[in-house]
């Protein structure tokens, strides 16, 4: 079980006027006639998610690029709005699972470490921060020290909204272009954090699926590459999933030898799939 999307709410959004979608489910349905405005529900996901944090740092003008949008050009923003005399908005509440709120709550130190090194130092990776971190002399103390101390704030925060298991987000996009976003601590983390196998994730699949030929020497085998390219690809540039596929097949071959554990008949399993392949074992020995 991971997070879901509990609640949506969209209003003014490309083809919509207002619609909100209230679920306690694991599975929604949208179904409509053509035009009815069924993609813009996902796109206005898509925007709450890559507005508060991205796998890729460059996600959200990812999301801008699709539309030929100019993020920074209020004009452009402006075509976002189904009528320019009113604003948009988009209102997202997610539901985590209490192993992902433990998660959270046992890493919040670096999620805050990591947070204050992009709102200081935009641009710089997290790793190149630990680096000048090393290497720094007294002039970079300040800096170290500002970080430190922002870092603290947010880790902090983080486990103050971590008594909750919903949390709210609220992006709006204003008739004159600008947008703002509430601050939410939790779907900043959440959403930047790419980690299948400690956080749910969103993964989006376009209605184009073209599957091209990848010659066997061609296949990459190293795992981290094949990560970064998930990353990547997983709620934009959508196509690159699909082009791949025996080097997914392969590095997730490879995953499953280097973590995996042996089951009971003998086939091997990741580590992370450990207790959902033992819960299944018990549901098939009570049935028998």
């Known amino acids: 079980m991971t997070l879901r999307i509990k609640?949506?709410?969209?209003?003014?959004?490309?083809?919509?006027?207002?619609a909100t979608i209230d679920s306690n489910s694991t599975m929604v349905v949208i179904a409509g006639p053509n035009g009815c405005g069924?993609?813009?529900?996902?796109?206005?996901?898509?925007?709450?998610?890559?507005a508060y944090g991205g796998y890729d740092p460059h996600e959200f003008r990812h999301w801008m690029g699709e539309f030929?949008?100019?993020?920074?050009?209020?004009?452009?923003?402006?075509?976002?709005?189904?009528?320019?005399?009113?604003?948009?908005?988009?209102?997202?509440a997610i539901e985590l699972h209490a192993k992902e709120m433990e998660y959270l709550r046992s890493h919040a130190a670096d999620i805050g470490e990591r947070s204050a090194v992009g709102i200081l130092l935009a641009g710089v990776s997290f790793e190149e921060w630990r680096?000048?971190?090393?290497?720094?002399?007294?002039?970079?103390?300040?800096?170290?020290?500002?970080?430190?101390n922002l870092a603290n704030a947010i880790s902090t925060d983080l486990k103050n909204r971590l008594q909750f298991n919903v949390h709210q987000g609220l992006v709006d996009i204003s008739t004159t272009g600008s947008l703002s976003l509430s601050s939410?601590?939790?779907?900043?983390?959440?959403?930047?954090?790419?980690?299948?196998q400690?956080?749910?994730?969103?993964?989006?699949?376009?209605?184009?699926?073209?599957?091209?030929?990848?010659?066997?020497?061609?296949?990459?085998?190293?795992?981290?590459?094949?990560e970064e390219g998930q990353k990547q690809s997983v709620l934009y540039n959508y196509a690159a999933k699909y082009a791949n596929i025996k080097t997914q097949?392969?590095?997730?071959?490879?995953?499953?030898?280097?973590?995996?554990?042996?089951?009971?008949?003998?086939?091997?399993?990741p580590r992370r799939f450990k207790n959902s392949s033992a819960d299944s074992s018990q549901a098939r020995n009570s049935k028998e």
């Open 68 to 92: 030929q949008i100019d993020p920074n050009s209020p004009a452009d923003m402006r075509k976002v709005l189904r009528d320019k005399t009113k604003g948009a908005r988009v209102r997202i």
């Open 7 to 18: 609640q949506l709410e969209i209003r003014n959004f490309r083809a919509i006027d207002h």
């Open 249 to 269: 097949n392969t590095s997730f071959m490879l995953s499953v030898n280097k973590e995996g554990i042996r089951l009971r008949d003998g086939s091997c399993c």
């Open 131 to 148: 680096q000048r971190v090393q290497a720094s002399g007294q002039q970079a103390q300040q800096v170290i020290s500002q970080i430190e």
């Open 198 to 226: 400690n956080i749910g994730i969103i993964d989006y699949h376009g209605p184009q699926r073209h599957f091209s030929r990848e010659s066997l020497g061609g296949v990459h085998l190293s795992l981290k590459t094949q």
């Open 38 to 50: 069924k993609s813009c529900v996902l796109d206005a996901i898509r925007l709450a998610k890559s």
């Open 184 to 196: 939410n601590v939790v779907l900043q983390a959440v959403w930047s954090i790419y980690e299948p």
